[in-house]
């Protein structure tokens, strides 16, 4: 069985930086597509940056030029980088691998429980 789980969520006062983990437990094979998203209070969840396996990433507007992710493919691992936070970036972050290759199963979709990011202005 494949898990995932969240750390390095804090609370940071604006202006400040964070960097979060996912790491996964499993005999993982291979990952096709990491991500984060986050949900703050009374919103949905929403996407924040993607990496293929190619290295290939993706982010939301209000992240592009603050956050970067990447990923280490030997450990099955995926990483945020978030500089320059805002108080608009509190929220319960998620780590995503999608069309994960485990032993003789593949998972379409997988999420970690999250990791509080708070950000006080």
């Known amino acids: 069985q494949v898990q995932l789980q969240e750390s390095g969520g804090d609370f940071v006062q604006a202006g400040g930086s964070l960097r979060l983990l996912c790491a996964s437990s499993?005999?993982?094979?291979?990952?096709?597509?990491m991500g984060w998203y986050r949900q703050a209070a009374g919103k949905h969840r929403e996407l924040v940056a993607t990496?293929?396996?190619?290295?290939?990433?993706t982010y939301t507007d209000s992240t592009k030029g603050r956050f970067t992710i990447s990923r280490d493919n030997v450990r099955n691992m995926v990483y945020l980088q978030m500089n320059r936070l805002k108080p608009e970036d509190t929220a319960v972050y998620y780590c995503?691998?999608?069309?994960?290759?485990?032993?003789?199963?593949?998972?379409?979709?997988?999420w970690g429980r999250g990791t509080l990011v708070t950000v006080s202005s």
């Open positions: 499993g005999n993982i094979f291979s990952i096709n597509t």
């Open positions: 995503n691998f999608r069309e994960v290759r485990a032993g003789p199963h593949t998972y379409p979709e997988l």
């Open positions: 990496i293929t396996s190619d290295e290939t990433t």
